[in-house]
Every structure is written in C-alpha cells, then in structure tokens.
C-alpha cells in the first residue's frame, strides 16, 4: 500500500466507530421525542406532556356535574394524581436530557477528522490529474499538485495517527456512554416508584368518595351490603314497597300473583339504583305506579339478592325442618332454624313475614291465603344455593320451601316474639 492510503488497522478500528456513532446518533434521535426534547426546560416538557393534559382534561369534563356528584370527587382525585405523575415525568425527561443524551452527544460531537479528509481529496485530486494528462501532460500543474502532496505526506501520516487516536479515544467512552444508558433505567425505576406512590395516596380519597356515595346499587347485592352502604336496620325495597302496599291496596286482588307493568318496575327498580330510593319518584303527580307493579319490584328485589334472605347455609336445615312429620315437632324446629338466622336476616324477614300475615287476613279481597302467597314467594326466599330459583334441587323440594313460608305466615306472632329474640 502507498503511504498515502489508510492502513488496514485504522480502516476496522474506523469501521468499529462509525457503526457505533451511527447506533449512538439513531439513539438521540429516538430518544428525543420520548423526552419532548434536547436542551428544552422543564416548563416547557410540563406544557407538552400527556398525562398533565389528560389529568387537566378530566377535571375540565366535571365543570357541569353537581358537587355532589362522586363522579366528580373521584374524577377530580384522578386528575390531580394525573398532573402531580406528569410533573414527574417532565423531571424525569429532563433528568434522561442532562444525564444520558447530553454526554452521548457530546462524544458524538467531539470525534471529527478534517485533516483526514483534506488529505484524500488532495490525493484523488494527483490520481485524477494524473489520468487525465496522461496524453498531453501538463508538467507544471502536474509539478505543483506533487509538491503540494509531498509536502502533506508528513501531515498526513501525524493526521492518520491522530485519527486513530480520536477512534480509540471514542471507543474508549463505551463503558461511560453504558453508564449513561443505566441512568435512563434508573431514572425510570424511579420515576415508576414515585409514580405509584402518588396513585396509592390518592387511592383511599377515591375509595372514600365511592364508599360515601348515597348512590349504590340496591338490587343484586347482599343484604348485609345494602344495610351497611345505607346504614340502615330494614333494607329500603321492603320497607318502602311494604309501606306503599299496605296504605294503597293491600285489599287488591292477587297481589304478587298478578305482574305488574314491565316499564313501571323498570323504572322502580332504576330509582332504587340510581337514588337508593323510590320516594321522589312516588312525590312527582305525573307517575302513580300500579300496586301489582310495587309488589313485583319487591318479589324481584328478593329474588336477585347475592344470597337470600333465609340464606344458603340454612337450606338443608329449614328443609329438614319442614319434613318433620310431626305438626308440634316441626314447628319447634322452624322456631329453632328461624332463630338460627343472622340478626340482619332475621329482622329483615320478621318486617317481611309480618306484613305477608297481615295480607292473608284480607284474603277474602285480595284472594291470598297464606298457601297463596306462600306458593308465590316462597321461591324467591329459600333457595339452594346450587344454578339458582329453577335448580333440581329446588324443584325437588318445592313443597317443603312452600310449607316453610306458608307455617312462617300462620305463626308468625309466634315465630317473632320480641321477648324471644
């Protein structure tokens, strides 16, 4: 090789550092729009980042719901935990900036070989005037171009050896530039840290919201549930449904027999849900709700609690109770099942069994014997606990469910003596 040209060992340790330069530099540029840019103040990364505009976005969408509202609390909450986790993320990206772009750039700007490439071109310019006057030769300019290459050669050889020095020197910063690259996964180790510490503080205020709620659903929940969300002895179904029966119709023929309107328990039931009770909707003159209606809103609400009201537990035992063959016998161990039942459960069936007694008594209007309501509602109190109201199993006992509730409804001044409880 001439001594004009690269050598072989300084062309791979070339090779090595552009294909890292050409990583590094792919790195900045893919890096930057993940922190919002280079050299950029933290105000700004805070104006352009995402999770701040969302968490601002979200308070913005509450200005027209009531301050009552727990959508609002919790969606207010969930904002401001969105803006304090986007303030992090802007110290985060500048942090990334300044501590792991920054010195990658730095090295990537600090590795330049101007003489190098000035020496080639002087070279390809001998070679091509070289070729060109091969024919006719130009002697002077030939002369002059020879000069001016012989005069380089020394700078050139101090320039390729100061080449090598600047490749090496750059290859020697790898450790560090991997150092700056753990620093990215530091910082996002904290980042995430901090992050989940501002969400878990914020947690329990939003929970607290929800819990606060007046606005829980009433159907398809526990008993036990609905008494503690609404701090109440007897659920607000049976006592307001109950209360409306016996002032309005408790003389009307076939009650909890006959279906009331699909639209009217519809919307019954949506009050219940939505308000925790259907009182406003009773006040309002332009709705009057059919009694059939009031009564099928309480069958259903019965019907689709979690677990019912004589409880699952309790199944085999009311069961077995009922097929003592004995009438004394079987009453007593009723009596002793009956006393058997939590005191939620066991209020909340006195409240029920009570006004089911008092409606027998207007049997001769209303049509319901004690046997009638007992084959009507008898199902949607005593179930198993296995695939719900249409299971074999209590298909199988259907007239032992039916004689548990109708003996409830003949005795129960007996089967809820206040002295007794």
Not at 19 to 25: I, M, R
Not at 106 to 112: A, D, F, G, I
Not at 385 to 405: A, C, D, K, M, R
Request: charged share 25%.
């Amino acid at each position: 090789a001439e001594k004009t040209e690269i050598s072989d060992s300084l062309q791979q340790i070339e090779r090595k550092a552009e294909a890292t330069k050409k990583s590094l530099s792919t790195i900045v540029k893919v890096c930057t729009p993940y922190i919002n840019g280079i050299g950029v103040d933290k105000e700004k990364r805070l104006r352009k980042n995402q999770t701040s505009h969302l968490g601002q976005a979200l308070q913005d969408c509450t200005a027209n719901l009531p301050n009552d509202s727990v959508v609002k609390s919790v969606v207010m909450d969930l904002g401001t935990a969105l803006n304090e986790v986007g303030k992090l993320q802007a110290t985060t990206e500048t942090n990334i900036d300044e501590d792991v772009i920054v010195p990658i750039s730095n090295v990537l700007e600090s590795n330049k070989a101007d003489c190098i490439i000035y020496n080639n071109v002087l070279f390809t310019r001998l070679n091509k005037e070289k070729e060109r006057s091969s024919g006719n030769i130009n002697m002077a300019k030939l002369k002059a171009l020879n000069d001016e290459y012989d005069g380089n050669e020394k700078i050139f050889n101090q320039a390729q050896d100061s080449l090598a020095i600047e490749h090496l020197h750059f290859l020697s910063n790898e450790t560090m530039i991997s150092s700056s690259l753990l620093h990215f996964v530091d910082f996002q180790i904290q980042y995430l840290k901090d992050a989940i510490a501002i969400y878990e503080a914020f947690k329990p205020c939003i929970q607290k919201s929800i819990d606060q709620s007046p606005r829980k659903k009433v159907f398809g929940v526990t008993l036990s549930e609905h008494l503690q969300t609404f701090n109440r002895e007897i659920a607000v179904v049976l006592e307001e449904c109950i209360n409306f029966i016996t002032e309005n119709g408790i003389k009307t023929e076939g009650l909890f027999r006959i279906t009331g309107s699909a639209s009217q328990m519809k919307l019954l039931r949506a009050a219940y849900d939505g308000v925790g009770s259907i009182e406003s909707l009773l006040n309002e003159r332009d709705f009057i709700p059919g009694i059939h209606s009031i009564a099928g809103t309480l069958k259903h609400y019965l019907r689709e609690l979690s677990e019912p009201l004589m409880t699952y537990e309790l199944y085999e035992e009311w069961i077995d109770a009922a097929k003592t063959a004995d009438p004394q016998e079987r009453l007593q161990e009723l009596w002793r099942v009956n006393r058997s039942l939590p005191k939620e459960n066991y209020e909340n069936l006195k409240f029920l069994v009570i006004f089911l007694a008092q409606l027998a008594e207007h049997a001769d209007s209303n049509k319901m014997s004690s046997s009638n309501i007992a084959l009507v509602m008898a199902p949607n109190l005593l179930r198993s606990s296995q695939h719900g109201l249409e299971s074999p199993t209590n298909q199988v006992h259907f007239n032992e469910i039916t004689s548990v509730v109708q003996n409830l409804i003949d005795h129960s001044e007996w089967f809820f003596q206040d002295d007794c409880v």
